[in-house]
């Protein structure tokens, strides 16, 4: 079967030559469909892996300028200044809890946060009426989506910083970054292959390294 080419016309000059007027065959028009079909199929994975390492890496450098604001203003101000997990960061009077929020499970960070310089000290320096909230982060992603970035935290609590950018509170562990279906609670191995971790040490200084066999140390 022939698909005569757009325009030709049998009944034209016998000048034009043969080739002008052929068209393609059904056979080679599906072979280009066929081409176009897998180029399309390999390239959405290579698509989607790309969308997955930029939603991590722009989690983590959102996460991690927070922290190195909080740091640089505690020494700034004199003052210990800390961050921890908000869900209603945006709000007039924002609180700090580590509570399941809709799809957003205890201890994601993706739920948001919020910056805090101390008025006064108290209890773990935790966030309380008179401190100064230097800083909001609203949810870095849907709760209504069935994937989405996710920041698991090793444990509940603030990462407080001192005047001199000592870590003298927080918890003590690894914040896992990653990438996949809503989860209860981070997954082990965590769900994609591109998560990423981060640590604070005792000094203030922060890690972001690649997880061991699917888990960050």
Not at 33 to 38: R, T
Not at 107 to 117: E, F, K, L, R, V
Not at 131 to 159: E, H, K
């Amino acid at each position: 079967m022939n698909i005569r080419a757009i325009g030709c016309d049998r009944g034209e000059s016998a000048s034009r030559s043969r080739c002008d007027c052929d068209g393609f065959t059904l056979i080679e028009l599906l072979t280009v469909v066929a081409i176009i079909a897998i180029l399309a199929a390999s390239t959405r994975g290579a698509f989607q892996r790309f969308i997955v390492g930029a939603r991590i890496s722009e989690g983590s450098s959102t996460f991690r300028s927070s922290l190195e604001l909080a740091r640089s203003e505690a020494a700034t101000r004199g003052v210990r200044v800390g961050v921890c997990r908000s869900t209603n960061a945006n709000d007039v009077d924002p609180t700090c809890s580590q509570a399941a929020l809709g799809n957003f499970a205890e201890n994601d960070w993706s739920a948001g946060w919020i910056i805090y310089a101390k008025r006064g000290a108290n209890a773990a320096d935790a966030f309380e009426a008179g401190d100064l909230v230097l800083r909001r982060q609203a949810a870095l992603a849907s709760a209504g989506t069935a994937s989405r970035l996710m920041i698991w935290a090793p444990a509940a609590g603030a990462v407080v910083y001192n005047w001199n950018g000592m870590r003298v509170a927080g918890p003590v562990g690894t914040f896992a970054f990653d990438f996949g279906a809503v989860n209860g609670s981070s997954p082990v191995p965590l769900a994609s292959d591109l998560a990423r971790c981060m640590a604070v040490n005792i000094a203030g200084r922060i890690d972001l390294t690649s997880p061991v066999n699917g888990k960050c140390l």
